[in-house]
């Protein structure tokens, strides 16, 4: 809702979708780490807190990894929704999305034999497809206006001159790394519930050594996320100006 003002107002002056990549690739990155760094602290603070203080709800306990995992990729959907929005790709993305809650449904009914944990997997999962669909195809329209195609010749897709160029592999990269970071950083919350003692009573409320624990590994994202910001403006404006003088 806060972004999509700005799309419409970019898109308006340029008339260009290369011109949108700072609010869609930026945020992907940005948040992409820094919600990382919030989803660990949260997987060992949070069942603590309602075991204690919520013990009516404890049998939310188990699913609410997975769920969390599911809010993860679900979050960083919407930039790609908006960036297809604005250039009125808003009829193919229901292609993506109405299949992909057709997937949810269908799983969240099959994992249901193996209770809330297993509805939630099947939730996770349809987000995480839902999360690569809207972003990689987002991303295909960016490569192909960066490479510089006319727009009778983008307008029938990702087309030879372009996948040639690697342009498959630059639209579907950014959602690489994203997932990559996240398989490898969401198995230590998993790690850190298992393997570590919670400690003292009062500290323990809110998670004890494992929030300590959790912290460590949320830090260098939170740090990661906050260099990224520049890093990437730097990086987009030069392809722009690449682009331009091309």
């Not at 809010?71 to 193919?92: D, E, M, N, R, W």
């Amino acid at each position: 809702v806060v972004m999509f003002p700005r799309f419409q107002e970019r898109y308006g002056e340029t008339q260009t979708a290369a011109s949108l990549r700072r609010f869609v690739e930026i945020p992907l990155y940005v948040l992409g780490d820094a919600l990382l760094a919030a989803i660990v602290v949260l997987m060992v603070a949070l069942p603590p807190i309602i075991s204690a203080y919520f013990p009516d709800y404890a049998g939310s306990v188990a699913p609410l990894p997975v769920m969390l995992v599911a809010t993860y990729f679900l979050c960083l959907s919407p930039p790609a929704g908006q960036f297809l929005l604005t250039i009125h790709k808003q009829v193919p993305v229901l292609f993506i999305a109405v299949p992909t809650m057709c997937l949810a449904l269908g799983a969240a009914y099959v994992g249901a034999a193996f209770g809330l944990v297993g509805m939630a997997f099947g939730v996770a999962s349809a987000s995480f497809v839902l999360f690569v669909g809207i972003n990689v195809y987002a991303f295909s329209h960016l490569v192909q206006e960066t490479a510089g195609l006319p727009p009778d010749v983008r307008a029938g897709g990702l087309p030879r001159e372009v996948r040639s160029r690697g342009g498959w592999w630059q639209a579907v990269r950014p959602v690489l790394d994203v997932s990559a970071t996240a398989a490898i950083v969401f198995p230590f919350g998993w790690v850190i519930n298992a393997a570590i003692a919670t400690g003292p009573r009062p500290f323990a409320v809110v998670g004890g050594w494992r929030l300590l624990a959790a912290t460590v590994v949320a830090i260098p994202l939170l740090a990661r996320a906050a260099g990224r910001v520049r890093a990437l403006s730097r990086t987009i404006d030069q392809r722009d100006t690449t682009a331009r003088s091309g």
